[in-house]
Structures are given as structure tokens and as C-alpha cells.
């Protein structure tokens, strides 16, 4: 049999061809069939000897490695840039998503915004690679949910930090403060927003209760990366917000479901949404008790490995373990993470374990910033522009609704022991991701006019950006004996 | 506008939304264009109603994640039995990969092998999702390719590792041996193998070069992982199988242009295999270059740096700088990390840049391997089946070339000072995830007849799993006076 003139020539790559041969070709199946690893199955339809597939190989990796560099080189900068102005890193990294992003040099582009990648780019990779510019574009958007897989990763490894680095006492101390905090946070905004773009508004009830719903979000990520930065994770404050963001988290799964099925019109369905009441209790009591109970099992086995790297190793086994198990049950792989770091935090070898987290964390968690703040369109930001000027009217109600709600519920909660309410208040503030999954859903449902999905937008970023800021701001003026020391 | 039947529901996954939500669509864009991004494509051409969107997300997660499960827990597993046994942990993951993948269990399976996972598997996650086995299987196969960019992550820092731990002046001093154990270690085995299979086995011309060919890859991975775990990267013999391993990879890529040139029976083109060569002088002289020069400049910038994780981030983004500049001259993004660690050996952070590179090689590089044992399929072992016995013959005969023509190379250099030559020659003696490369993309074109692909398939298991036991054997018996001691 002769060889077909798509053969990779002039010059196959090694590294390009890992992912063809790694695992190598069944023997049984089509000679052909390891094409479909490496090139995208539509490639395979277009004609054969146009491009060589040697240029669609390196391609591909010049992409995903020079998307690492991207946004490496540009997050860290800006990251550099605000730990001089002695603000959060995180900042940096957000803002170094927009920068890179949609509203900036679209140098990285979620291929969902249907937008191009600077063109520059796309023919320094063409030219390098030999492909053209829109085959670039391509390969670019197929090997995006790579990324995306990458960026949960970091996601995971930051709650798992945060979990190993909670102290479980403290946690379960303020268990009913930090309930109270996460109730009225959710119930202020949602009744405050429902009702005030009801009524002044004018906005109809079931988009009026979907905007409600998605300003209930608090992002986990944020705040405990902000906490953790600044040293403040095992304060009082700082247990009181986290625990209550999860808790958020968990509220906010059940409020998702609750509105989906009101605004999709169908018969309300009540035994989803109490399965997922008892899962999530069943979730947070089992977490509570391995936290307590799990830590000696794990250590007798971590004590008998010897292969090394068997720390990191172990931690991540339990951390999957976690994730899987809360997926399973229909929560968030993202609160079995935290959960995998409250059940290890007692572990003798916490510390160790921490110390092979973090580099995952620093690496993969920016990714995940990154990306949130690509996707940020901030030209609905623009006054200029009379399409926008209803949007930002609406917007600077649901800002002050949002940060109002939100504060608010750092003074809801009883406490004998005095607590800075303000750093509580402003510890729950960041919408980020979560915002952002709701919003998501409402675009994706085409319920939401261009206004009022502009307006939501614009309070996610808002309460995203605000809250580092402020947070830094207040924690940099201790007041001497009412503040818990931070370690 | 109404919600259509395929809204999330009843119960949408915040965690599995994060994919659809970061970025937030564009406001632009069509309101189901954020769909694209967490179903595939094709998905989208289905019945919308049949299976719920929350399914789907789930049963993404928890492949994905059950995947990791998977993997770690039978690499874990079988490496701890390597130990106990004295033998090198690699051993054990690539067991690891045979007994899940397509010869064992079907716990993980590449797609490209055209077989099923499990069917227990299968059921297990199509009951937790809500989706059916047949989804749960093409969803599994759609998010594949993340697994393997996750893989060469694991495999590029593994190489970055091997080259900080590289003594640059021990490296440079063995120059000399290394490049005639490459040399030797390429031309013996392939002549031995083209001329064998010719004359002996009556293969034709074409096929016995490409086979040839296949016998002169030398797996840097494989040999990197064992010298470092048995404490000998930094002895003499290991210094000089990593050179011999390095130069090995990149003689190995002309061949691969030379045969593939040839093997397509098209005019033999001389230009692209020049500027191939010219390419490899630059980079392993820019390589070395730098390696003397760049440390100093990367300790500066370092020292300034401030954010938090900016020694591993720093070190990141030296890596991915080199992989990038390796792919981009038409050379292989490993042997660019391989650059990176070897760059960044002399700076004065070259211990903390270790300390947390050693966690992503535990973790990652253990899917690399993994994943070469998963396609490994070993049913062409079976003496028993008629049709295996023509291969077997050949595998033999192939199999002990390969050994003694690596073996051999171990003989080939002069050195004043006395080294353990069987240390040497075992060191170049995996041919690993290259020698599969040179199958898959034998198979790829057809070329090759059932027998010779069993043959060439038996060649690299034998090989890549006689290394490091034979390795550890020889190891274990120093001989003093003679032996360098490692460090």
C-alpha cells in the first residue's frame, strides 16, 4: 500500500506526535484511525494535501504552549503591578484577562464570545506553523475546553488550599454565624433586586427574579484567594466568610434550580429540588464527620508509601475522591475540593501537603482568573454609546444593591466575640464566577433583554473588581483589639 | 422568548457550568452560542429533548475526573509493589497503564483504539448522570484530548526536571561520548534491523528501513525517570545517557524526515532535512549558550518579583518559552524543556524551582506513562494464536537487535576515566512513547504488514520494560573503585 499524500512532510514532529502515539495504533482498526487524535475530525474531510498535517501539528502546540505564555506573561506583570500598589494579585490576574481579552488586544479569546483572535497572532502562528491564519483560528477553538479542563484544575487545587488551610474548630464555631451571613446574603440582594426592577423598572416579574437570583452569588474563589493572600484565612473573619461562601455555594445550586424551573414555565417540580436539599445536607454533615474522623486513616496510609512524590500524590487521590463524590451526588465538584481540604487539614501532614498544592495553585489558579476576566466585555462600560445608557442605569442600581445586600449581611449575625462586620461584609462582595454562571444560563435561555444582561454583567464586574480592592484597603487599618489576629 | 425543552434541568451544575460561563457570552453573539462551548458539536444535531443539558455536564465531570481516579489509584497501587520490589516506580505505572487500558480491565481506554470502555464503568457513570452508556462513551472520547495535553504537561516537566538537575559542565564534558553513544545507538540498530529483516525475513526494502528506523529511538522520559529516582542523574553514565538520550531525539527526528521522505516514494527532498539539521546546531548551541549565560538575568528578575508562586510561575514561563521556541524552529517542544531546565541549572533558585516542579512531575508525568501502557496491546503476545506467530518470530529477532545494538553503544566511547559501560548501554535502551511514535505513524500509512507492526509493537514493550529492571539490577551491585557515586 502506497502512502497517501497527507503523510506529515516535510518533517513530522516528535512532541506533536505523542498525542498520535501515545497509546499506539490498535492493530485491528483502521490504518487511519490515529489521524483522528491528533486533527479534529472535520480536518479530515478538507482537501488532503492543502496543508501538510507536520503544520497542523505544530500548530497546534505552538498554540496551547504560547497560550500558557500569554497569559503568564501578561497576569503576572499586572500581578507584580498591584502587589507594589498593595493590592490583591488577583486583581492583576483579572484584569490581565480583559487586557488579553474580548475588550482589549484579543490575544486570548473564548471561542464562545464569537469573536477572532488578534490577526497578528494568528499569522505569526500561521507563519511559523505553515497553516493559514483561519486554520490557526480553528485548531485554536477545538483545543480550548483543553484549557478550560486545565483552569478547573486550578480552580479545584485554590478550595482545596483553602479547605487545608481552615481551621475545622473555628469553622464549625462560627457554623451559625456564618449561616446567618450566608442567608441574609442571599435574601437581601434577591428581594432587594427582584423588587426594585420590578417596581421602578418596570422589568417583568420572571426576568426581575432571574436578575434577583444572580446577584445571591458569591465567588469562593475570589474571596479565598484574597483571604489567603493576605493572611487572613484562619481569622475569625476570614473562617466566618469562607464558611459562609460555601454555604452560599450550596444555596445557590438549589436558588439555580428553583428559577430555571419557574422560568422555563413547566409545572413546578418539588422532588428534584428537596433531593438536592437532602444531598447537600447529607454533603456537608459527612464532610464535617470524615473532617474529624478521616485524617488517622489517611495518615496510617500515607505512612506506609514509599514511592515518591506519594504526598502529593495521596492528597490529590482524596481531593478527585471528593470532587467526584459531591458530582455524583448533584452538588459542585468545586465544594468536594474544599471539602477534601477540611477533611485533610488534621492530617499530620497538612503542611507538606500544602506545600505540593501550591505551586498547582499558582500555575492553574491564575489560568481560571485569567479566563474569567477574557471574557468580561466592558464595552457595555462605554457612556458614549446611547444603546448603552439604559444598561448602566439599570447597572448602578444593581451595584448598590448588590454591595449593599451583601454588607449588610456582615451585620446580621450575633457574635459575642467583637468581629470586624465590614471585612465579613466585604469578604462575601465578589459575584465572579458564579455571577457569571448565572448570567451565562439567563443568555443562554434568551430570557434576558440587552439591558438588563449588560446591567448584570456590569454589577458581576463591578462587585468582582471592588472587593479586592476594598478588602485590602480595610485590612490594611487593623483596629487593636477588635481584630482576631491573622496567622 | 421561552425557554426551549433543553434548558438545564432540573438541576444545573454550577461547577460543570463553569465552563460555559467563563467567559460569559457576548452579548452579540447568538444566545445559544455558549452551548457550543460545554456540549460538542454534534451533540447539538441530537434530539435536544432526549437527554437533559445537566446530565451531560455531569457525566463530563465526573469522567474527567473519575479518569485522574482511575489512573492514580492503579499507578499508585502497582508503583508501591515496584518499590517493594527495589524496582523503578516508571515500572509500575506503565503496568499500571496495560492492566486498565485495551489489553486489561477497559478502565481507559484511547480512543483511537477503537474499543469500548468497561461496561460497568460505562453503566456506573450513565446511572449517576442521567445519561445513556453510549453518550457517557462519546463524551469520554470528546474530552480524550485533554487528558494528553494534561500528559505532555506531565512529560515536559519531567524534562525541565531532568535538565536542572543536569550538571552543565559534566554535560558538556561527556559531549564528546555522548554524541558517539547517540551515533552508535542510532546506526547499529538500524542497520542491524533494515539489513536483518531484508536478507533473513525477506521484508521489502521500504518496510525494513521503516522499521529500521523505529529501533533507533531512545525514550529520554523513560530513562530521565529512572536515573532520578535511583539517585544517578548526576553521575558520569547518567550524564552521559541524558546527552546520548537528547542528541538521540533530535538524530531522531531528521530520520524520521529522511524515512518519511523516502517511505512516500515522492522526489527526495533535500532542503527541509538542511534546514532540519541547522535548526538542531542552533538550538543546541543557543541551548548551551544560554545555560552559561541566561542564570544571572533570571536570578535578577526573580528577585524583583513579589506576587506570591513567582518562583514556579517564573520558572513556567522559561519553560513554555523554550518549548515554544523549540516547536517553532521545527524541533520538539520536549527537547525545548529539556533546554529550559538545563537554562535555568545554574541560577541560584535552581532548589526551589525543583521543590515545586516535583509535585507537577508526580502527578502528571505519571498520566504520560500511564497512558503509554493503556495501548499497549499485548494480545499479540499470545503464542497460542496462529496469526501471532510470524510476529513473535520477527519480534524476536528485532527485539534482541534492539538490545544489543543499544548495548554495544554503551562500548562505543573512549573516556580516560573508567565508567560502567552496561549502565550506559541499559540507559539507552527504552524506546518508550518514540518507538511508538515511529509505529503509530508507520501504521498511520499503511505501510506496514500485521506481522511486522505485532514485531515493532513487541520490539518497544520489551525494551521500555527491560530497561528498568535491568537498570536496577546493575545498579544495585556497584562496583567500587570503578562506579562514579552519585548524588
Not at 54 to 68: D, K
Not at 138 to 160: C, D, I, K, R, T
Not at 352 to 380: C, H, N, R, W, Y
Amino acid at each position: 500500500m502506497l502512502l497517501p499524500v497527507s503523510l506529515p512532510f516535510p518533517l513530522p514532529s516528535l512532541a506533536a506526535l505523542v498525542a498520535a502515539a501515545v497509546p499506539p495504533p490498535d492493530l485491528m482498526a483502521s490504518p487511519f484511525a490515529s489521524l483522528l487524535m491528533v486533527w479534529p475530525a472535520w480536518l479530515l474531510q478538507a482537501d488532503p494535501g492543502s496543508i501538510s498535517n507536520h503544520s497542523l501539528e505544530v500548530a497546534e502546540t505552538l498554540i496551547q504552549v504560547g497560550r500558557f505564555l500569554v497569559i503568564f506573561l501578561a497576569a503576572r506583570t499586572l500581578a507584580e503591578g498591584m502587589v507594589r500598589l498593595q493590592l490583591p494579585t488577583i486583581l492583576g490576574e483579572l484584569l490581565a484577562g480583559v487586557l488579553i481579552g474580548v475588550s482589549g488586544f484579543h490575544l486570548l479569546i473564548p471561542p464562545d464570545s464569537g469573536a477572532r483572535l488578534s490577526q497578528w497572532l494568528l499569522d505569526l502562528v500561521a507563519g511559523l506553523s505553515g497553516a493559514t491564519p483561519d486554520l490557526v483560528q480553528s485548531l485554536y477553538n477545538e483545543s480550548f475546553p483543553g484549557l478550560q479542563q486545565v483552569s478547573l484544575l486550578g480552580l479545584y487545587a485554590l478550595l482545596f488550599l483553602t479547605g487545608l488551610e481552615s481551621e475545622l474548630d473555628e469553622l464549625v464555631a462560627v457554623g451559625l454565624q456564618a449561616t446567618t451571613v450566608a442567608v441574609t446574603g442571599v435574601v437581601l440582594p434577591f428581594a432587594l433586586g427582584t423588587i426594585g426592577l420590578h417596581l421602578l423598572f418596570h422589568v417583568p416579574l420572571v426576568l426581575a427574579v432571574f436578575a434577583g437570583a444572580a446577584m445571591t452569588a458569591t465567588s469562593i474563589g475570589i474571596t479565598a484567594s484574597v483571604f489567603g493572600e493576605l493572611g487572613w484565612l484562619r481569622s475569625r473573619e476570614g473562617q466566618i466568610v469562607i464558611g459562609a461562601a460555601v454555604l452560599d455555594d450550596i444555596l445557590g445550586i438549589v436558588i439555580l434550580a428553583v428559577v430555571v424551573s419557574l422560568a422555563s414555565g413547566n409545572s413546578f417540580a418539588i422532588a428534584p429540588i428537596l433531593r438536592l436539599v437532602v444531598a447537600a445536607a447529607v454533603f456537608v454533615a459527612g464532610a464535617l464527620w470524615l473532617s474529624r474522623t478521616a485524617a488517622p486513616a489517611f495518615d496510617w496510609v500515607l505512612d506506609r508509601l514509599k514511592a515518591p512524590g506519594e504526598v502529593v500524590v495521596a492528597g490529590f487521590v482524596v481531593l478527585i475522591l471528593c470532587c467526584f463524590s459531591a458530582q455524583a451526588i448533584g452538588l459542585e465538584a468545586a465544594l468536594g475540593a474544599f471539602a477534601a481540604g477540611l477533611i485533610l487539614s488534621r492530617s499530620r501532614h497538612t503542611e507538606a501537603i500544602q506545600e505540593t498544592v501550591k505551586p498547582l495553585v499558582a500555575l492553574f489558579a491564575t489560568v481560571f482568573f485569567v479566563l474569567i476576566g477574557t471574557g468580561m466585555d466592558l464595552s457595555v462600560l462605554n457612556p458614549l454609546d446611547p444603546a448603552n445608557r439604559e444598561g448602566l442605569v439599570v447597572a448602578a442600581f444593581l451595584l448598590a444593591v448588590a454591595v449593599v445586600g451583601k454588607l449588610a449581611a456582615g451585620w446580621s449575625y450575633f457574635s459575642i466575640v467583637p468581629t470586624r462586620r465590614l471585612v465579613v461584609g466585604l469578604g462575601m462582595l465578589p459575584r465572579g464566577e458564579v455571577g457569571l454562571i448565572f448570567l451565562g444560563l439567563g443568555s443562554q435561555a434568551g430570557i434576558l433583554t440587552p439591558a438588563l444582561e449588560a446591567a448584570i454583567l456590569l454589577m458581576v464586574i463591578g462587585t468582582t473588581f471592588l472587593a479586592p480592592i476594598l478588602l485590602r484597603l480595610v485590612l490594611s487599618t487593623p483596629e487593636s483589639g477588635v481584630v482576631e489576629q491573622p496567622l
